[in-house]
């Protein structure tokens, strides 16, 4: 059993469109997050989600919107993308705030 | 912006060898973490070791903290082909977020 799934796994898109990414988690996690991993594998947190409230939400810009219908869903939409885009998304869960996360495959976005 | 720092950033040993990597931190923190990443997969977490805490094992893996050096090392003893991937250290400072450092590639050859 997958314990957190993303979908999609592979994105390719064109700039100016808009596109979401999918998360859940079967753990019975309190926690979700959204990271960004660039091109040289720095990975960098995004936004946090604690029983579905939004605890952090890092310097993003106002493209990209994270929803929380429930606590096992946290989904990732990304308005008028652009090529600074392009990354690897990672969707993780943790049982609380500041315990071990694990983590999703990952979604790669391509911005053409 | 990126709080820790991984030490060597690339680690190329012969299988059955010992690896270690360090990793440097700035700021006060509660607990710091290893996550191993496969290419082109998601981070696992490895261990995670408390403030107060000075070493840690599981399995063939020994991470120890020194809080006053603001640094930590994970050693995977007698390694294997599949150990080959990149390695994060990641600091939790009471913000509620983990800050990854950048990470140490890891090639043991068979």
């Known amino acids: 059993d997958t314990a957190v799934s993303q979908t999609p796994k592979y994105l390719v898109t064109q700039m100016g469109n808009d596109k979401s990414i999918k998360c859940e988690q079967n753990l019975g996690h309190d926690t979700m997050y959204w990271y960004k991993q660039d091109s040289k594998k720095f990975l960098k947190i995004m936004f946090s989600y604690n029983n579905k409230e939004l605890i952090i939400n890092e310097t993003v810009p106002n493209r990209f919107s994270p929803k929380s219908p429930d606590k096992a869903h946290l989904n990732l939409h990304i308005n008028s993308l652009e090529l600074g885009d392009s990354a690897v998304y990672f969707c993780?869960?943790?049982?609380?705030?500041?315990?071990?996360?694990?983590f999703g495959p990952g979604t790669r976005l391509t911005v053409t | 912006s990126q709080q820790g720092e991984e030490d060597p950033q690339a680690l190329s040993i012969q299988e059955g060898e010992n690896a270690t990597m360090n990793c440097s931190y700035k700021?006060?923190?509660?607990?710091l973490q290893w996550y191993r990443q496969n290419s082109g997969r998601g981070l696992v977490h490895l261990i995670l070791i408390r403030s107060n805490e000075r070493e840690k094992h599981s399995g063939r893996l020994r991470v120890t903290l020194d809080t006053s050096k603001k640094s930590s090392s994970l050693l995977i003893t007698a390694s294997r082909a599949a150990d080959t991937a990149s390695y994060f250290c990641?600091?939790?400072?009471?913000?509620?977020?983990?800050?990854f450092g950048s990470g140490t590639r890891l090639l043991v050859r068979p």
């Open positions: 990641a600091t939790d400072d009471s913000s509620y977020k983990l800050i």
């Open positions: 700021t006060s923190i509660n607990n």
């Open positions: 993780a869960s943790s049982p609380q705030v500041s315990w071990e996360q694990y």
